[in-house]
């Protein structure tokens, strides 16, 4: 596709089920990142993935949150036993190459998870 | 690790006039990016500028453009003439050798008609 696909876009779960969101980044990206979103809040950087080396999880709030790439395209981010202050909406985002060389990075429109 | 502050959660400007939006980081790298994104109410990200931390001038694209201070380590965004459309939440971002992007917390825009 032309842009950075996310689904679901919205995902209503009860507290305590496990959830997984879905992203696609743009053909041709190395560099894949998630950030979580609080309603009205900054950024948070959760993980980043380079290419075939290993991501960095520095980010990842709990052990309750885990992502993959598959094959250096497709992440699936999965929280386990999920709680309410996990609603948020998940941005992914896809760049070309590092941070460090300027490179634009092209951001998902988010799914937004509510955990009741 | 890498941190950048926004302090300013909302701003307000009116119509064609000029607003600046502050940014500060902190870093000990001496080569880095910095961009400012927008994100309206539709959620999604978009670029609107990009300096290169090297470069002494200021990057500037049409009505926007920053005053890059490497020394103070200050990174902020002018939009001169602005228009309704400009209305939306202004993030700040630190690219450097960690290879990912840092965000600030953000700077919501309200244009006053």
């Known amino acids: 596709g032309a842009g950075v696909s996310q689904s679901p876009s919205n995902k209503v779960t009860e507290k305590g089920k496990d959830v997984e969101l879905r992203c696609d980044p743009i053909?041709?990206?190395?560099?894949l990142y998630w950030y979580r979103q609080s309603l009205g809040q900054g950024l948070e950087f959760l993980i980043y993935f380079q290419g075939n080396s290993a991501p960095d999880k520095s980010g990842l709030p709990s052990d309750r949150f885990s992502a993959e790439r598959t094959g250096g395209s497709v992440s699936t981010l999965t929280i386990q036993r999920t709680q309410q202050e996990d609603s948020a909406v998940y941005l992914c985002?896809?760049?070309?190459?590092?941070?460090?060389?300027?490179?634009?990075?092209?951001f998902g429109e988010g799914s937004w998870l509510t955990v009741v | 690790a890498q941190t950048v502050t926004q302090s300013q959660p909302e701003m307000s400007v009116q119509e064609a006039e000029t607003v600046t939006l502050s940014c500060t980081y902190d870093?000990?790298?001496?080569?880095?990016?910095l961009f400012w994104y927008k994100q309206p109410p539709s959620r999604q990200m978009i670029l609107v500028i990009r300096q290169e931390a090297y470069k002494q001038q200021n990057a500037t694209e049409n009505r926007f453009s920053v005053n890059f201070q490497k020394a103070a380590k200050s990174f902020s965004l002018k939009i001169s003439d602005s228009q309704l459309g400009d209305a939306a939440m202004y993030f700040c971002?630190?690219?450097?050798?960690?290879?990912?992007?840092?965000f600030g917390a953000g700077t919501r825009l309200t244009v006053k008609p």
């Open positions: 985002a896809s760049s070309r190459g590092q941070g460090r060389s300027g490179n634009t990075i092209y």
């Open positions: 971002a630190y690219g450097g050798n960690n290879n990912d992007m840092r």
């Open positions: 053909s041709g990206h190395t560099a």
């Open positions: 870093t000990s790298e001496s080569d880095y990016y």
